[in-house]
């Protein structure tokens, strides 16, 4: 009876014990568990205020990023990328302009796709990028130089009209609920009796060039205008070139309803626009004519 009387409180002991040792290993597991789950939504926080942070500078024009970037107007620069090829060659004998204008459907009326435009009667601007940017730009450029002209009586400068026109690009860059010019420009005429031609960047940033292509394949355009540019050349030399470098894009072959080109002669001083048949014959003069098609029924 004695040895039962002791059994029983032993084993009512030892189950507390169990009991307890059960719920503290519970409670150690839960704590582990709340201290793992404080950890993952530690990280994933970390993860989204990161997130949230790229954003902000994606989307802010105004921010810069850590590393000193303003992405609107990279992603600017990208949408001048994805806008077919625009060319730009200074010659003594002036400035050619030479855009590649293919057109979506062969229902589209070629003439309806601009990409050079007269400026002033010593100016003309070839395009790359949105047509839409392009035109406000080159709205605003021909106002610039009419007040020039009422204010001062001369034809505006070259490297002012410019100048202008990178400084209201530039000031997209700082004002919020705007966005950056998805355009770049190639400026090109005669100031003081000697041509000059200059690029307008998305980030209102001008840049001077003997030549120079904006727009698509601009690595492998540009790097056939360092080869084979020379100072020496004439303007009809210019035309030539700037022909063969739009034809890189188009597997070296155009038709004159596919490009436009312009001039701006050193003696005149005037833009002129090329008609298809004198396009035509520079085609056929640096043989970039169509293939024709063999194929017999």
């Known amino acids: ?56 500078y994606d989307r802010g024009i105004t921010i810069f990023s850590p590393d000193g970037r303003l992405y609107q107007v990279e992603y600017a620069r990208e949408a001048v990328k994805r806008g077919t090829a625009s060319v730009g060659i200074r010659t003594p004998d002036g400035i050619v302009l030479a855009a590649d204008k293919r057109s979506r459907s062969p229902l589209m009326e070629p003439t309806s796709v601009e990409k050079i435009h007269k400026t002033d009667d010593h100016v003309g601007i070839a395009s790359a990028g949105h047509v839409a940017d392009a035109r406000q730009l080159i709205d605003f450029a021909r106002r610039q130089a009419q007040v020039n002209r009422l204010r001062y009586g001369e034809p505006v400068g070259i490297e002012t009209l410019t100048k202008n026109v990178t400084d209201n690009i530039q000031q997209y860059t700082q004002v919020g609920g705007a966005r950056p010019f998805g355009v770049a420009l190639l400026i090109g005429g005669i100031e003081d009796g000697s041509p000059r031609l200059y690029e307008t960047d998305p980030s209102g940033t001008p840049y001077e060039w003997k030549a120079v292509s904006i727009g698509a394949d601009r690595s492998d355009l540009q790097e056939h205008l360092e080869e084979n540019y020379t100072d020496e050349l004439s303007l009809d030399e210019g035309v030539g070139l700037a022909l063969r470098t739009i034809a890189i894009s188009n597997d070296d072959e155009l038709t004159a309803a596919g490009v436009d080109v312009a001039t701006v002669a050193t003696d005149t001083e005037e833009f002129s626009e090329l008609t298809n048949d004198e396009i035509s014959a520079y085609i056929a003069d640096n043989d970039l004519e169509p293939a024709e098609d063999t194929d017999s029924e």
């Open 1 to 56: 009876m004695l040895h039962k009387a002791i059994e029983t409180p032993l084993v009512t002991l030892t189950l507390i014990l169990t009991q307890t040792q059960t719920k503290t290993q519970a409670l150690t597991a839960i704590a582990t568990q709340i201290r793992s789950r404080g950890r993952r939504d530690s990280i994933s926080s970390d993860t989204m205020q990161g997130q949230a942070q790229q954003q902000a």
